[in-house]
């Protein structure tokens, strides 16, 4: 039998315009010579729908869109995934795979494993499946399985992000036991940082111990704060890799039961793969919110100089306009840089200064201000006067802003709220300033793109005399490493103590973390890259009273 793996890349509630994508996609599998074709998970859909599942017109359109898909499937078996009542326990539903073959729907498969962690919410909308069923279909018993439902072999234990994920069945155990013969999985899985080594690990794991084939198809792309990022695959029953799609993009690859295929290695390529997430967050969210162009403030610093690479390699030279805003503060390497970068880039810049708006600022505050020192007020008025000028172009000319603050800014606070927070989209929000600069190095890997004194100057926001981030904040690889245990690793104060950290620095950082919640809750959306991101997946009170 020959299964065509369709790797695609929907839009949310979108539903004719991903039925078309799927019969295009069909009609490819054909051209292919497949048997079956087999989708992502909630393909009809797009992953994840969130409350727009309440909405039953939704439901109603995406089952009516499976129809027309099955109409297809006269000479060619479809395994796609959508969106399904549960009619005896209104108004729940279920995540389902829909098995269709000579013109008609044939059976229904549901989703038994359903995540509740993280960005994951499944419970609030569906039911867990009642059981698993086999197709028999060409000569083969396959075993239909969703997403998470691959994940819960607990003989595996070896998984970073397993913590909170422990189901009392296994549905893949309980395929095997009705006689599958090969495994399909369809996912709709978001990129992090280091998930895929675990998942093709764990998922190699499952086809040496069950001694069967497995066909994995993931969604790709961006929807929102989450990346797909495909990477869908095939192993064989002995549980070596023998084909993979393309990552971050759309594919169709053809697996063939009756051939020998030789063994592939998957490696993860932590800074590559990074910096292609983006590049599709950025280009997905861009496009797929109905905008062409973007515009960003470029200050000289790092952080906007890459964040100005990722935009140009997601919707090209022509589509990103840079705005360079020098105050009484900022260096003449600032401007200069920025103007250097843009040229490397080959994208338009405009320099407007702020300087005779803040002097206005102050000449008007001054009464009430009196002579009160030069403080954190006059510092965040530049931030917002560049702000509104860079709202004022996206305002004028419909561009969406990009917000160029990183993770360990985001963390501490160490930001403005309607100035340099302003914005649309926030790329590099979960990017803490160390990767930050692993990533330039890695764009300048065979040509200066980001000017070397740039990546070389100390950092600073420049909003007054000779101003450095390390002034108000530990030095960044000291920082980026307490954020990240506790952000992502979830330690206490006295596990990352034990790990060797300054005590009067650890809880600085915490209660910092902590009190700058509200300033996170007001941000714009970030692409999310690690295993725990501000925004949606992270649900902490503004006002409480933890006591680390």
């Keep these: 039998m020959k299964i065509a793996i369709a790797q695609i890349n929907p839009i949310i509630a979108d539903i004719e315009g991903n039925c078309n994508k799927i019969k295009h996609f069909i009609t490819l599998a054909k051209e292919k010579g497949a048997d079956l074709v087999i989708f992502p998970e909630m393909a009809t859909i797009g992953y994840p729908p969130m409350d727009l599942l309440e909405h039953r017109k939704l439901i109603d359109d995406n089952l009516e869109a499976l129809h027309a ?3 297809l499937s006269t000479d060619c078996g479809i395994i796609c995934g959508f969106v399904d009542y549960d009619y005896d326990n209104p108004p729940m539903l279920y995540n389902a795979a829909a098995f269709m073959y000579d013109g008609k729907l044939q059976s229904k498969h549901y989703k038994t494993l359903l995540p509740t962690y993280d960005v994951f919410d499944e419970l609030r909308y569906f039911s867990p499946a009642p059981s698993q069923e086999i197709v028999t279909f060409k000569g083969r018993r396959i075993g239909i399985t969703i997403c998470e439902d691959i994940w819960n072999d607990m003989s595996y234990s070896e998984d970073a992000f397993m913590e909170f994920r422990r189901y009392a069945g296994d549905p893949i155990e309980n395929c095997i036991k009705k006689g599958a013969d090969i495994l399909v999985n369809i996912s709709a899985s978001p990129y992090v940082k280091g998930k895929n080594s675990i998942k093709w690990s764990k998922i190699q794991n499952v086809a040496k111990k069950y001694k069967v084939p497995v066909m994995y198809v993931n969604q790709v792309g961006g929807n929102d704060s989450l990346i797909f990022d495909g990477n869908s695959f095939v192993i064989d029953n002995k549980g070596h890799f023998i084909l993979k799609a393309k990552d971050f993009e759309e594919d169709c690859i053809l697996f063939d039961t009756e051939k020998d295929y030789p063994h592939i290695v998957c490696e993860e390529d932590f800074l590559r793969d990074i910096e292609k997430a983006l590049t599709l967050g950025i280009k997905d969210y861009v496009y797929k919110s109905g905008f062409k162009r973007v515009v960003l403030g470029l200050s000289g610093g790092i952080d906007s100089a890459l964040t100005a690479c990722l935009a140009v390699s997601a919707l090209g030279p022509e589509n990103v306009l840079g705005i360079t805003m020098p105050s009484h503060f900022s260096s003449a390497g600032s401007v200069d840089d920025s103007i250097q970068l843009a040229h490397n880039l080959g994208i338009h810049i405009h320099t407007i200064s702020i300087k005779n708006l803040f002097d206005t600022y102050r000449q008007e505050l001054q009464p009430f201000f009196g002579n009160l020192p030069f403080d954190i007020a006059e510092e965040n008025i530049q931030a917002r006067i560049r702000g509104n000028i860079l709202m004022a172009f ?32 926030a790329v590099l929000s979960d990017v803490p300033k160390t990767l930050v600069y692993a990533l330039s190095y890695y764009i300048n890997r065979d040509k200066e793109i980001i000017p070397r004194s740039i990546l070389e100057k100390a950092p600073s926001a420049e909003l007054r005399e000779n101003q450095k981030d390390q002034d108000s904040l530990p030095p960044y690889e000291v920082l980026d490493q307490i954020i990240e245990r506790y952000v992502e690793l979830k330690m206490s104060a006295q596990q ?4 060797g950290f300054d005590p009067e620095v650890v809880n600085f950082v915490l209660r910092t973390i902590d009190k700058n919640e509200y300033k996170r809750k007001q941000a714009p959306i970030g692409l999310k890259v690690t295993t725990k991101a501000f925004g949606v997946g992270r649900r902490i009170p503004i006002v409480q009273r933890f006591k680390h």
């Design 69 to 71: 898909i099955a109409s």
């Design 394 to 425: 996206s305002n004028k000319f419909g561009m969406l802003l990009l917000t160029t603050g990183n993770k360990s800014e985001l963390s501490m606070g160490y930001c403005t709220l309607y100035g340099d927070m302003a914005g649309g989209l």
């Design 496 to 499: 990352i103590i034990a790990d």
